[in-house]
């Protein structure tokens, strides 16, 4: 099993971004997932998640600005990021609670994607 972010970069502040995350490979089912981000110098924190029933949770930081969303079809999960600040700079990194074919329940990371926002 894969995951693969993309669709990180470069913008303004004030300005919009929508990150991806495929998963690929041996997969039964996707349940719970996640982003979260890692700036220089700080842990990784927990961004948004979002469950299967599409129930949604997100960090104070990005509520009212970030919207986690999935197509259970493309085995993606999407993180749509408006009003975007400085301080959103980051490597944003998916996580995926996956049930593989066989029955076994693993979590995956994604290699993350850069998101820098200038000032």
């Known amino acids: 099993v894969q995951l693969q972010a993309s669709g990180g970069g470069l913008v303004q502040a004030g300005g919009s971004l929508r990150v991806s995350c495929a998963a690929s490979?041996?997969?039964?089912?996707?349940?719970?997932m996640h982003w979260y981000r890692q700036a220089p110098g700080k842990q990784r924190e927990l961004v948004a998640t979002?469950?299967?029933?599409?129930?949604?949770i997100y960090a104070d930081s990005v509520k009212g600005r970030f919207t986690i969303s999935r197509d259970n079809a493309k085995n993606t999960v999407y993180l749509e990021m408006n009003g975007l600040k400085p301080e959103d700079t980051a490597g944003y990194y998916c996580?995926?609670?996956?049930?593989?074919?066989?029955?076994?329940?693993?979590?995956?990371w994604g290699q993350g994607t850069q998101v820098t926002v200038s000032s």
């Open positions: 996580k995926a609670d996956v049930v593989r074919v066989g029955g076994r329940r693993y979590d995956y």
């Open positions: 979002i469950a299967s029933n599409g129930n949604t």
């Open positions: 490979g041996s997969i039964f089912s996707l349940n719970t």
